[in-house]
């Protein structure tokens, strides 16, 4: 049997079941990584903090009598000085850490070298304790810090530090050897550059990433996997993480094949030589020793996904709180109006075509599903979208909390268990996701929304091209200015009920 018929035969079909293979297997190896980095972090701060606690025992807290340990925290508050420590401490902290996160220290992707972090968390401590020491002399504090324990816990912060990066490296090192957390690597290229990042890849010992194939369009071999027009069909059978592009000078190819793969949820990385990229949504990067250049889908990444997720959470707490009698009295007129549930399960697609329920008021008949096959004629919208603006299965109530999207209120639950954001791209049903082609599948790089761009600009009344467009330039352009625009800008639309059917 030929390579290709191997890949058809034991592949699902489907662009939306690949991203759905791929997401699955990325949230499995993400949890793992964020328990365990957030469980280390913890190890080597109490590693820290019980290395101080030891020398303000010793050094310190003797002069005032010793520590109750049945009754710490009560013992500590009796003596005077304990509150210039602790600032001391605080400042230290905060600066060490600081300086330690800017070098990318606590990423769990990062290589573990231990000499040169060593000395980067030396260089740290250094810094943190000469700037605090600094501060604490401008504060004019009353006491005289010991300075055997200010020296003594340099040091012993300084074995903390490695004791950390041992247990991380021990731990990296066991990870890499199941089956179970693998970020699997596909190289494009067997060249000279592919084979040495391959290489590197093999030979990193703490690293995660594992070595899965070639794909070459002229070389042959035991671990070139295909062409590169089987790449799609390798990336869901491999649950690939990464993706290294050694040939950008085949333009052409190169163009069709990031298209092609940045629908799903893969880090792609080129290794770049000077020619004009398909994208202008890049970061550089170095990959080993080669600088790289990789696929950037949105601004919206690191700090600013953190104010954004941290807005979605306080502003739908506070709002299912502030409209929970609103939601019950809907809830009860749908219920006398029509037979159903009162609240629906819809199944959409989300961020990378990962599937969720979108929850919604039932706005229509009980068997409105049933009776879509029956109305398709009678669709009003282009594209692969489904829309009528008297459709016959609305009901009374329906009808009114369509209007002024009220129906819509229940996906701020969706908000706040994070498969939805306050603003973002509307989440299309499956069904809608199977015609979209690679362009449209762009909507998918941000976590989807209650409102947006497209609500602001017209709502239902706007072609499907046009909601499409307007989503990628929200993705593309995303800023907090842009975001307050499109949250007030939602208010007098929805209370004027434009565009809503």
Known sequence: MSFQAQMNKNLKPGHLLIAEDIVAYKKKTLRIEMILNIGLIAVEYLLYLLSFLLLFHYKVATDYGAIDWSNFIYSLQQIPVTAEYALLLSIIFTIYTGTLYQRGMYRWDRDIKLIDDMFTASKAIAISFLIALGIIFFLKTSIIYSRVLILVLAILMAISFFLSRLM??????????????????????????????????????????????????????????????????????????????????????????????????????????????????????????????EIVRTPLRGINWFMKRSA??????????????????????????????????????????APFHMLKFRSMVANAEALKASLQ???????????????????????????????????????????????????????????????????????PGITGLWQVSGRSDLPFDEWVKLDIYYIERWSLSMEFKILLKTIPVVLKGEGAY
């Open 168 to 293: 991380r490296f021990g731990i990296l090192m066991a990870l890499r050897k199941t089956k179970h957390y693998n970020k699997n690597v596909l190289i494009i290229g067997a060249g000279r550059i592919g084979e040495q990042i391959r290489d590197n890849l093999n030979a990193n010992k703490t690293s995660s990433s594992r070595f899965i194939g070639f794909l070459d369009d002229y070389k042959t071999g035991k671990q070139i996997l295909g062409t590169i027009p089987h790449i799609e069909k390798l990336v869901q059978k491999h649950k690939i993480h990464e993706i290294y592009i050694t040939i950008p000078s085949e333009r052409g190819v190169i163009n069709k094949l990031i298209t092609s793969v940045r629908k799903y949820d893969v880090q792609i990385k080129i290794i770049p030589e000077l020619f004009e990229l398909v994208t202008s949504s890049v970061s550089f990067d170095h990959a080993f020793d080669y600088p790289c250049i």
């Open 377 to 447: 004629n009678k669709n009003e919208a282009d594209g692969p979208v489904f829309k009528i603006k008297n459709d016959p299965r609305i009901t009374r109530v329906g009808r009114f909390i369509r209007k002024y999207s009220l129906d819509e209120l229940p996906q701020l639950f969706n908000v706040l268990f994070g498969q939805m954001s306050l603003i973002g791209p509307r989440p299309p049903l499956p069904n809608e996701v199977e015609q979209y082609s690679d362009y449209q599948w762009r909507r998918f790089d941000v976590r």
């Open 312 to 353: 979605d959470f306080i502003l739908s707490a506070l709002g299912i709180i502030l409209i929970s009698p609103i939601l019950i009295l809907i809830a009860a007129w749908i219920k006398i109006d029509s037979r159903g549930p009162i609240i629906i399960k819809q199944r959409r697609i989300g961020k990378n075509g």
